[in-house]
């Protein structure tokens, strides 16, 4: 049981958002209205603050990884929207469930994982292309600082090397793309390109691509479908990975 509610947490924190849609305004420069709510299997709980602010956090995976992440649109009007998220993170009981011998162990057992403290900053341009279609441009920058002794491998493994690597290697960066549209009726697709350069680690490149079909029967419900692509460097070489992408969200 205690398997499978770690493994819970590491999708939710490092899988789940790259395999869903993580959320219906997820990569844009739009927020939440206030005191709008919304939630998904794997998408995290958000909430408009007013302002132009939001704040997320996913419930589960907040018991092993305290975080905690805030979105404020700058510029609402326009040809582009601007805004920009910044997550802390604080991933040290999480790293830690997961260094184990047998079942369950993605990490060595005698693994020294310090206290780590770390930040996800991404600012996100977006412009209508058309009344249905938006094009989202993005720039992220992960940091990360290990307080003590350090001695633990990276995780190879495909989304979860690359949100990982700034834990070990303090830095990791990428640029995006994504583009949301309409197909017909009550049915939406979401296009995502990431290119991801990490400049201090051993493996320095990955590549995600995702698409995902929305099913938007109301805007208060939205099923999501699709898969995710992964193309990039590990410390034992080039890889590709095919991973489905599956999301259910509610908003109130």
Do not use: C
């Amino acid at each position: 049981m205690r398997t499978l509610f770690v493994f819970t947490l590491l999708a939710g924190l490092l899988i789940g958002p790259a395999h869903a849609g993580a959320g219906t305004t997820h990569g844009t420069a739009s927020v939440l209205a206030h005191k709008e709510w919304e939630v998904g299997l794997y998408a995290p709980l958000r909430r408009g603050m007013g302002d132009g602010f939001e704040l997320s956090i996913h419930p589960l995976v907040a018991i092993l990884s305290p975080h905690l992440a805030v979105k404020k649109v700058w510029k609402p009007d326009g040809g582009w929207k601007v805004a920009s998220r910044h997550s802390l993170l604080y991933p040290t009981p999480l790293l830690r469930s997961l260094a184990r011998e047998g079942t369950g162990g993605i990490i060595v057992a005698d693994a020294v994982i310090p206290p780590i403290l770390a930040t996800d900053n991404r600012v996100i341009l977006t412009r209508a292309m058309s009344e249905h279609t938006k094009l989202s441009l993005s720039g992220r920058v992960m940091l990360g600082t290990g307080l003590g002794e350090s001695a633990w491998p990276s995780i190879h493994m495909p989304l979860a090397y690359t949100r990982t690597a700034a834990y070990q290697d303090h830095v990791a960066t990428a640029l995006g793309a994504q583009l949301d549209g309409r197909l017909f009726s009550t049915f939406y697709y979401r296009v995502d390109l990431d290119g991801w350069v990490l400049p201090l680690s051993e493996a320095t490149w990955a590549t995600e691509a995702k698409a995902t079909a929305h099913w938007r029967p109301s805007d208060r419900f939205t099923m999501q479908a699709g898969a995710t692509a992964v193309v990039g460097a590990y410390p034992y070489g080039n890889n590709w990975h095919l991973l489905p992408a599956f999301d259910l969200i509610w908003r109130w």
